[in-house]
């Protein structure tokens, strides 16, 4: 009966390798170059393309990404029942289409339906992603014995993490497509330090990290604060690009729809996040983990607030 187990579990891991294999593969063919000229290839040609390598290499690494989580949680896991095999075949489907939603930003990377059909993509993919994860942590009996307890509960909120960061990419494309696009990006960086930090404080954690009032008074203060000066930064962004750039182009440009979308997310990378980061490691530091946190989705909250802007 374990060997039947094993069996399923090693046709599944291997099933889901090959078509994980075969969606990353089919990715190289939407690379195309225009050319601007039918007699020889030049650098511009390639320049006239970028829009398709950008589009390649986030679709790359956003399957790469999700294939090397799908391969740590099946190393600790030693045995699947039906619905852990259906929400592994939903997670596939969705891998499978990345190769058509990346084509439509490839052509058409500014527009807002494009960019939400691929950030509502990978927001499917985190979702039955969460989904196998969660089913096996509410099942001990489904994960090898030398697991961690610590390690499946990292897994948890990294994951969590990730649906967040689905969720405001697709709830900016509306906005920003732009910005949308550039916040996929952060998708590895944000598992990677979240998991690290997880596992750094999660023993000395308290159990009502996130539920206390006063760490719920502290978020609402926070955010009132970062949201008001998030306002004041993009109020004093505008009026200075607008003074500098303002009369090469009209309201109307798409070139300075793109300028101030740009500007608007440097001017929050620039004057607010190194606030924010500041204000988290020195909370971290006195062990004021919850606090700590808060601003890691005070971040988020600045992020909307500087897409919403961008877009009026």
């Given at each position: 009966m374990s060997s039947d187990k094993n069996l399923e579990l090693d046709r599944l891991v291997f099933?889901?390798?090959?078509?994980?294999?075969?969606?990353?593969?089919?990715?190289?063919?939407?690379?195309?170059?225009?050319?601007?000229?039918?007699?020889?290839?030049?650098?511009?040609?390639?320049?006239?393309s970028w829009q398709k390598f950008v589009a390649f290499i986030l679709s790359f690494f956003i399957i790469a990404i999700f294939w090397k989580i799908h391969h740590e949680f099946y190393v600790h896991i030693k045995k699947i029942n039906n619905t852990l095999l259906w929400y592994n075949i939903a997670w596939l489907l969705f891998i499978v289409l990345i190769p058509f939603t990346s084509t439509l930003i490839s052509a058409h990377l500014y527009d807002r339906a494009a960019i939400?059909?691929?950030?509502?993509?990978?927001?499917?993919?985190?979702?039955?992603?969460?989904?196998?994860?969660?089913?096996?942590?509410?099942?001990p009996d489904y994960l090898?014995?030398?697991?961690?307890?610590?390690?499946?509960?990292?897994?948890?909120?990294?994951?969590?993490?990730?649906?967040?960061?689905g969720v405001l990419a697709c709830v900016i494309s509306f906005f920003s497509p732009l910005i949308a696009f550039i916040l996929l990006f952060t998708r590895l960086p944000m598992f990677s330090l979240s998991t690290r930090y997880i596992n750094?404080?999660?023993?000395?954690?308290?159990?009502?990290?996130?539920?206390?009032?006063?760490?719920f008074r502290h978020l609402t203060i926070v955010g009132i604060a970062f949201t008001l000066l998030t306002i004041v930064v993009m109020y004093l962004t505008s009026v200075f690009v607008w003074m500098y750039f303002g009369e090469s182009f009209g309201h109307k440009d798409p070139k300075w729809n793109l300028?101030?979308?740009?500007?608007?997310?440097?001017?929050?990378?620039?004057?607010?996040?190194?606030?924010?980061?500041?204000?988290?490691?020195?909370?971290?530091k006195k062990k004021e983990y919850a606090k700590s946190r808060n601003y890691l989705l005070v971040s988020g909250i600045v992020l909307l607030i500087t897409a919403v802007v961008a877009y009026l």
């Open positions: 099933f889901s390798d090959a078509v994980v294999a075969i969606a990353i593969t089919l990715l190289v063919f939407d690379l195309k170059i225009n050319k601007a000229s039918s007699d020889h290839l030049t650098f511009a040609d390639f320049g006239n939400f059909c691929y950030c509502m993509n990978v927001f499917m993919i985190t979702i039955f992603q969460n989904l196998i994860w969660d089913h096996v942590a509410a099942r090898k014995e030398n697991v961690d307890p610590d390690l499946v509960k990292t897994y948890i909120v990294a994951c969590n993490l990730a649906m967040l960061n750094k404080n999660s023993r000395n954690a308290p159990k009502n990290l996130f539920y206390s009032r006063a760490n300028l101030t979308e740009i500007t608007y997310f440097l001017s929050a990378f620039i004057f607010i996040y190194p606030l924010i980061v500041y204000f988290m490691i020195r909370e971290y």
